[in-house]
């Protein structure tokens, strides 16, 4: 199983766990997040597997209509700029939060299918000083040659509940590997440029 297959299943996660959020607080601890919304989600699939083969835009819409209010999308997207994010507007951040999380279902959505619902994963007791700015979750999910391989999800306690907002595959940061690609370029060429050029697909992103 490849990086972009297990940043896959990490996607799906996360969107499941923003489902259902805005107008009320999620009262579930990480754990307990993690858990029930990969297995609802394998779920999900299995159900309308044939029909998403036959038709896979509508799995995009799926996942656009669930991935759009999906985890602290300005939170995760101010760090991936990191200091490129200075000085811009709540507007402008806005919309390469947006931007980003289109340009993840379009790349990610139709590799869904991969997954079957046997895929097995274990999420391991908490450890280490988590507080309610940084609570690590530590998951393995089981590969087709039985070995496993580590998903840990980062996620802090807002208003509405506990949300995620990086996702670090195999040790490598969904948030750090954004921010190399992309932090130098919004530097570059500003951030309305590097906006228009992901949702215009014109900025190829690497795992």
Known sequence: MKFHRLLILSVLVMLGIAQGQANAADPRDPPTIIRETTDEILDL?????????AQPEKLRDVVRERLL????????????LGRAGRGLSEQQIDEFAETMCLVLIDRYSDGLLEFRSDEQVEILPLRGGNNDKLTRVRTRIKLDNGQSTPID???????????TFDVTVEGVSYVLTFRNQIAPQVEAKGIEKVTA????????LDD
């Open 45 to 53: 699939l299995e159900e309308q597997r044939a029909e998403f083969e």
């Open 69 to 80: 209010p999906l985890m602290d999308l300005d939170y995760s997207a101010r760090l991936i």
């Open 153 to 163: 999800y980062a996620f802090r306690k807002t208003d509405e509940g506990w949300k």
């Open 197 to 204: 050029d992901l949702r215009a697909g014109d900025i190829e």
